[in-house]
Each structure stands twice: as structure tokens, then as C-alpha cells.
């Protein structure tokens, strides 16, 4: 069974960094497209980044030039760095996984994910 479990969520204020994991099992993560997105509330899901099979690193705009995406393929886990957040990063971050079937930035969009996390909370306070 696929499952992808974030962590590392929380409060923070304005100007500070946090680092999200998104630990994955049930499939090889070397196989697959890991996504991060967000949800703010009252807002439509938003991809953050993308980390791709072939070592590429698609972003948003918003987040470019602050966030990082890396990932472990011994440990099964993707990382999300979080550095110079802003109150309107505020929101649910969900990790998810895709098998293939797109190219590039699509990948910043949440249809081409067929697995996702549940989710961890973070606040940025200004």
C-alpha cells in the first residue's frame, strides 16, 4: 500500500525556516514524482515544488529562491526547506506521489498525483 506521511509542520514566525518530511512507503521512491503543494484556507490547492525522476527541480513563483526540495532515495523520504517564510506561506502542505505520464512543470499541478499524504499544518505568524 502507497502511503506518504508529512511531518515537521508547525508554528513559526515571519522570517524563520522550518524543514517538512514526507516519508514514503509502499513503492520505491526513485520511481516516482514527489510534489509538495499547499492549502491555505479558504484558498484552492497550490503547487509548491516538484522533484522529478531525472534530478530536475520545478518551484512556484511564490516560493522560488526560498524553498528547496531534496530528496533521500535510501531513506524513502523528500524534503521541503523552508527558509524566509512569510505569513502568506501560511497553509496545509501535502506531499504526493506520481507515477509518470507529464513532463515539467505540469508537474506543479495537482492532477498529474494519484497518491497524497495527510497533510501538516504550518503558520507563519508576522
Known amino acids: 500500500e502507497v502511503q506518504l506521511v508529512e511531518s515537521g509542520g508547525g508554528l513559526v514566525q515571519a522570517g524563520g525556516s522550518l524543514r517538512l518530511s514526507c516519508a514514503a512507503s509502499g513503492f520505491i521512491l526513485a520511481d516516482y514524482v514527489i510534489g509538495w503543494f499547499r492549502q491555505a484556507p479558504g484558498k484552492e490547492r497550490e503547487g509548491v515544488s516538484a522533484?522529478?525522476?531525472?534530478?530536475?527541480?520545478y518551484y512556484a513563483d511564490s516560493v522560488k529562491g526560498r524553498f528547496t526540495v531534496s530528496r533521500d532515495n535510501v531513506e524513502n523520504t523528500v524534503y521541503l526547506q523552508m527558509n524566509s517564510l512569510k505569513p502568506e506561506d501560511t497553509a496545509v502542505y501535502f506531499c504526493?506521489?506520481?507515477?509518470?505520464?507529464?513532463?515539467?512543470?505540469?508537474?506543479?499541478?495537482?492532477?498529474?498525483?494519484?497518491?497524497w499524504g495527510q497533510g501538516t499544518q504550518v503558520t507563519v505568524s508576522s
Open positions: 504526493a506521489a506520481s507515477s509518470g505520464g507529464y513532463s515539467g512543470t505540469y508537474y506543479l499541478g495537482d492532477f498529474a498525483y494519484e497518491n
Open positions: 522533484s522529478v525522476r531525472d534530478g530536475n527541480r
